[in-house]
């Protein structure tokens, strides 16, 4: 499972036992049907990341930052109540994932929050939603013979292989010639 889908995971669980305003209306999937009857409602996605190389190894090194996504949404009889509710839920989530253990301990840092609120009152009840996006950092590593799905093989074996020194004039020229397989 990709480390992004494992972070998100984790968000969503903690989220159902921070008991916010949506309770145990947290989902996962990217397809999200939403309607009065499920609100407030958490929608945890981490379908972001972005890999910055690590060094100038051959082996492939990477800060990976992930984005973690979270929107809630809520329903509200005035703008008013539906702006205050948002408050309180948009605390509530930046709480249960800043504070989350198994989050902290697992990333190198948090690099940045970004939150995005919004009321909407296009139906008979006001709409409140609300975005924020958390940033995890981790590190890496790709082991290029063991993580290889399908290890390359060379179009021509090898049959021998000859190593030559070269020395100064009159000097013997040492050399020596492998016949592969062995």
Not at 18 to 37: E, I
Not at 51 to 60: E, L, N, T, W
Not at 109 to 135: C, K, L, N, P, W
């Amino acid at each position: 499972m990709l480390y992004r889908a494992q972070l998100r995971d984790t968000a969503a669980a903690q989220l159902v036992a921070a008991n916010t305003l949506a309770g145990a209306n947290v989902f996962v999937p990217r397809d999200w049907p939403t309607n009065a009857g499920i609100y407030p409602a958490i929608l945890v996605q981490a379908y972001r990341e972005r890999k910055d190389a690590r060094g100038h190894s051959q082996v492939p090194q990477f800060i990976a930052t992930a984005r973690l996504s979270i929107v809630g949404r809520l329903q509200a009889v005035t703008a008013e109540s539906a702006e205050e509710q948002l408050d309180e839920f948009c605390e509530q989530i930046e709480l249960a994932v800043l504070t989350c253990q198994a989050i902290l301990q697992n990333v190198s840092r948090i690099t940045y929050v970004e939150t995005d609120m919004g009321v909407s009152a296009e139906g008979r009840q006001h709409i409140g939603e609300v975005q924020i996006d958390f940033g995890l950092e981790y590190s890496v590593d790709i082991d290029p013979i063991g993580q290889s799905p399908v290890a390359p093989s060379a179009a021509v074996p090898f049959q021998t292989i000859t190593t030559a020194i070269t020395e100064p004039a009159g000097t013997v020229q040492p050399s020596q010639t492998f016949t592969l397989p062995q």
